[in-house]
């Protein structure tokens, strides 16, 4: 009944921006975390950035300064910004939520959407 679904993905040349959209349905009651995790072929899947209800981020260190999340707490959406796009930015863009209801935790992932920088 909950549903996580990314969009925003394509192909983009390299210095190039992208703006990734990842949009949550259900009665989540409450979200705590909204992130974004990325895996290339041949790599495990990694944690590209965070951002907490309270707007508190976080960032792997080798988007820092190119990626920006955020998020519509009221439209229960996250966004992430990405500029200045290098090859080794090449992979499947997952969106993953981390909320609750009042008795359990939900943790649910989107299908992803693929990004290839590229000239």
């Known amino acids: 009944q909950v549903h996580v679904v990314e969009s925003g993905g394509g192909l983009v040349q390299p210095g190039g921006s992208l703006r990734l959209s990842c949009a949550a349905s259900?009665?989540?009651?409450?979200?705590?975390?909204m992130g974004w995790y990325r895996q290339a072929p041949g790599k495990q899947r990694e944690l590209v950035a965070t951002i907490t209800s309270a707007d508190s981020t976080q960032y792997a260190e080798s988007v820092k300064g190119r990626f920006t999340i955020s998020r519509d707490n009221a439209k229960n959406m996250a966004y992430l910004q990405m500029n200045s796009l290098k090859p080794e930015d090449t992979a499947v863009y997952y969106c993953?939520?981390?909320?609750?209801?009042?008795?359990?935790?939900?943790?649910?992932w989107g299908q992803g959407t693929l990004v290839t920088v590229s000239s």
């Open positions: 259900g009665r989540i009651f409450s979200i705590y975390t």
């Open positions: 993953n939520l981390r909320g609750g209801r009042p008795s359990s935790y939900l943790e649910l």
